[in-house]
């Protein structure tokens, strides 16, 4: 136990300095504010905008930005494009992080598991991890998408259970790393049952390739229901996303060209800051940057 004890300083220095070379990566301090921004205008948003994101109104059909009170213009019906595209963040950031965390729970399992099990139980596991690769995931993300019925928690499952292979991946491999260390060995000498050295000992420190892998998840998850948004299998108007909004504007992109802009910026905005912070991530967390 003593071992155990012993090793968890280095960890939380090792923290520490996690947290200092993250607070020196520029760009991943400002994916931080732009997502932080995004997340409060998505969720305080609509409240302090005059309009509905169901409202319609025939006589400000297709009204440029920056038109009265319409921030960023109106679409084919009228209705307010700024608090549409805000109440369409607030669904698309939903399935980028609930897909994320249920992906990153999986993966995180079937990692863990084969990882410190080995034998014939990893490598049964890691075997129907390649099987999942082999097959492009987009084929089978608008499979599902056309067979099952489309809503907000079917569209995050989708995008859940046919993401999480890479990082069950990746957290196979560090813990196979993990599973011969002082700590592990010194779990086991103390009795500690296998769960508990799985989950309390190994995973702790197998966190840094998750949370990294996480970051970039949900970049990932708000490409993939914007995509199958677009193509008309992800989520179902009147409810807003910003894939269905790129979808309802493709006919309008020469003479409302806003209405594909402004979410397609959105988009753009969110993806980008989720990879700022995943590149900071991956750079605070490398243990070959202790020295700096």
Do not use: K
Request: hydrophobic share 55%; glycine share 8%; with cysteine.
């Amino acid at each position: 136990m003593t071992a155990i004890v012993a090793h968890a300083a280095p960890t939380r220095w090792w923290h520490s300095r996690a947290v200092g070379r993250f607070m020196r990566h520029h760009l991943a301090l400002v994916g931080i504010a732009t997502i932080t921004l995004l997340v409060l205008a998505c969720a305080i948003g609509p409240y302090a905008l005059p309009y509905d994101s169901l409202q319609i109104d025939l006589r400000a059909r297709f009204a440029p930005p920056l038109t009265g009170n319409h921030y960023f213009g109106t679409d084919p019906l009228g209705r307010d494009l700024a608090v549409r595209l805000l109440m369409a963040g607030r669904v698309s950031l939903l399935v980028g992080f609930s897909a994320m965390l249920l992906s990153t729970l999986i993966g995180t399992l079937v990692g863990v598991t084969a990882g410190y099990r080995g034998g014939w139980v990893g490598a049964a596991l890691m075997r129907m991890v390649d099987g999942f690769l082999s097959y492009p995931s987009i084929f089978l993300v608008l499979a599902l998408a056309a067979t099952l019925r489309p809503s907000p928690v079917m569209i995050t499952v989708i995008i859940a259970v046919t993401s999480w292979m890479e990082t069950a991946r990746i957290v196979e491999a560090e813990v196979r790393s993990l599973r011969e260390r002082e700590f592990v060995q010194a779990a086991r000498m103390v009795g500690l049952s296998r769960s508990h050295i799985m989950f309390g000992e190994v995973l702790p420190n197998a966190m840094g390739p998750i949370i990294v892998a996480a970051s970039l998840a949900v970049a990932r998850a708000i490409l993939l229901e914007a995509y199958i948004s677009f193509l008309g299998y992800g989520i179902q108007p009147p409810l807003p996303s910003w894939g269905n909004m790129l979808n309802g504007a493709q006919q309008y992109l020469a003479s409302a060209p806003w209405l594909a802009i402004i979410p397609g910026a959105a988009i753009t905005i969110a993806v980008t800051s989720f990879n700022f912070i995943g590149d900071g991530l991956r750079d605070a967390l490398d243990v070959r940057n202790d020295h700096i």
